[in-house]
């Protein structure tokens, strides 16, 4: 029987249970045996959802009993924590964004490659099966070229006064930094390197966040193709959801993730390609992640690919402070001068 990988949940909010399936449906290759919170009633009623876990207060406390950590953490707390868990030997997943500032992206980067442990960032939508499909349609051009990508995340996500994702400092920005780095790393995904681009946010309608509760972005590939997001979290109502069109010379493939089907549209007709079961499918995500343990690969969405998203969403965020269009040109890893790298310190 294959050994299976020990697994630390660090962070039991709101997050984690979204993702609980992962763990079940993985359960012949994952064996979770510690849920870590700093609320200690939090960490105990993860723990009991797996026979057997340790609840924990203090992540350090579990480190030697386990292969891997889940960091489902407030995103200021992702670099002190994912370099502590590398530098301790061990793999990590982290949910996205990977860190606030460019810096504590490369010392985590830098902890991964010393340490030879899997850095992953958990951008879940990279491995939904809607997404995979059109990814696969697109790279094989078969409904002709793609020149338009627009994706919609209508949500009403409502944070209470003083909760750290309200704040910008410890969210890392607003909506678009916290929610909108996942559809800026599909976009990259699907349509390449970007050229320029634009964004607008505003906290109009989601006044409990102290930067854009809601924002749009456009940007310019080289293949002269657009991609487009709107997200918000202040929906009250929506038509379209969650949903991603992709526009192509032979018509249409919309991922219409409220019904679970990928569809081709075509001459005022629509035929259904996909139909999914309904969920996050975080179970995918996290088989890539136990893969990559097991086989030494890389991940799809490793450290370097996810800087360069979060460089875009920076570029895009100085740009619109200066009221100019975003040139975003050259954010790959072969411009950083490796001694401009600060030491990585481990907290005691």
């Not at 035929?271 to 995918?284: C, D, I, Y």
């Not at 893969?291 to 690919?305: F, K, N, V, Y």
Request: hydrophobic letters at 40%; glycine letters at 10%; one cysteine or more.
């Amino acid at each position: 029987m294959m050994k299976r990988t020990r697994l630390a949940i660090v962070g039991c909010g709101g997050m984690s249970e979204v993702h609980t399936q992962r763990f079940f449906k993985l359960g012949d290759r994952l064996h979770v045996v510690a849920c870590v919170d700093i609320i200690e009633e939090r960490a105990r009623a993860a723990a009991a959802m797996f026979p057997g876990a340790k609840a924990a207060t203090d992540y350090r406390t579990v480190l030697d009993d386990v292969d891997a950590v889940l960091l489902v953490l407030p995103h200021h707390l992702h670099a002190p924590i994912g370099i502590d868990c590398l530098l301790a030997g061990k793999h990590v997943l982290l949910e996205k964004p990977m860190a606030n500032t460019e810096q504590e992206c490369l010392e985590l980067i830098a902890a991964s490659e010393k340490a030879g442990r899997v850095l992953m960032i958990a951008y879940c939508m990279r491995y939904h099966p809607l997404v995979v499909r059109m990814k696969e349609l697109l790279d094989a051009k078969r409904y002709g070229e793609v020149f338009q990508v627009s994706i919609w995340t209508e949500q009403l996500t409502i944070y209470p006064p003083g909760h750290w994702a309200v704040k910008a400092e410890t969210l890392g920005g607003g909506q678009f930094f916290s929610h909108g780095c996942h559809y800026i790393d599909i976009l990259l995904w699907f349509l390449g390197r970007p050229v320029c681009g634009s964004h607008l946010g505003t906290n109009l309608g989601t006044p409990w966040m102290e930067r854009e509760g809601t924002s749009n972005v456009t940007i310019q590939f080289e293949s002269g193709a657009l991609g487009y997001h709107f997200g918000t979290w202040g929906a009250r109502g929506t038509r379209l959801g969650y949903s991603f069109h992709a526009h192509c010379t032979e018509g249409m493939l919309e991922a219409r993730f409220t019904e679970n089907k990928l569809i081709f549209h075509h001459g005022g007709k629509e035929e259904v390609l996909l139909e999914t079961e309904p969920g996050k499918h975080t179970e995918n995500e996290m088989a890539h992640f136990l893969d990559c343990i097991e086989t030494g690969r890389r991940p799809l969405t490793d450290g370097p690919g996810s800087l360069q998203g979060l460089r875009v969403i920076w570029r895009l965020y100085e740009a619109e402070q200066k009221g100019v269009v975003a040139d975003l040109r050259g954010l790959g890893l072969d411009e950083i001068d490796p001694q401009s790298l600060k030491p990585i310190r481990r907290s005691k």
